[in-house]
């Protein structure tokens, strides 16, 4: 609950709130070792998940689960042809020393022989989540992490110019993850821009980065990278486009009189 409202204060940035409770919901968590976090972030009794469902086997949700269209492993059409990968800008970013450097495949030649031969390779293919098995597409998603209640925490204290204390809640998080890591000397939006920057590869596929965006009102980008711009069509918006903000099913229009449409 704490960690729900945490999120919540960032959004409106309450940046002492969301310091606060984010601080307070991870007190007692834990981070996962380097090998759990090989371990394709699929089952709930992991350190540091929070919050996450428990699909058992006889609930399986076949080919409309998380891990049917995310995880690398599970035998969909979707991800025989289409595997998903890390843009390779934010790739670039990520230290040889760093663990989570090996959620991903640099090359198609690397990502190959962890897949079977039908499935297509792709240069920074990721290998983050697991499937329990190729023929089950089940998978607790982790929903909530010590990991990101860190995150939060150092930025809400960057916003405050807390800068030497946002810098050391972003070591316990980076270093672990680093051993090379060593503490930032950066300050004001230098040090914002490493905990964001952090924060995209610590919870990439996860679920965050849309609002991530657009709760700090900053532009999408896909060029310069290897989108595929047939497959993502929006290559770029600007801060503040409307498109940013979803609407009103046309049957919920039509069924309530008071609802106006959510557009500029």
Known sequence: ARGLKARAALTMGNWT???????????????????????????????EIIWSPY???DQTTYFH?????????FNSTNIRANPKAIFAPLYNQISATDIRKQWFAETAAEA????????TAV???????????????RGDIPFMRTAELIL???????????NSQAAQVLYILANQRDPQYTLSTNTGQALLEEIWTQRRIELWGEGHRFLDLKRNNLPLIRTGGNHNASISIVMELPAGHPHWTSLFPRAELERNEHIVQNVH
């Not at 759990?36 to 709930?44: A, D, E, P, R, V």
């Not at 689960?65 to 492993?73: D, E, K, L, Q, V």
């Not at 939060?152 to 807390?162: D, I, P, S, Y």
């Open 123 to 137: 240069n920074y293919h990721a290998f983050k989540f697991q499937a329990v098995a190729s023929g089950d597409s």
């Open 65 to 73: 689960s998380f891990f049917a269209f995310m995880s690398y492993n």
């Open 112 to 119: 190959r022989p962890r897949i079977p031969g039908n499935y």
């Open 152 to 162: 939060m925490e150092a930025e809400a204290l960057a916003r405050q110019g807390q």
């Open 17 to 47: 709130l969301a310091a606060q409770l984010a601080n307070q919901a991870r007190q007692g968590q834990v981070l996962m070792s380097h090998d759990q976090l090989l371990m394709g972030f699929s089952n709930y009794t992991l350190p």
């Open 55 to 57: 699909h058992q086997e």
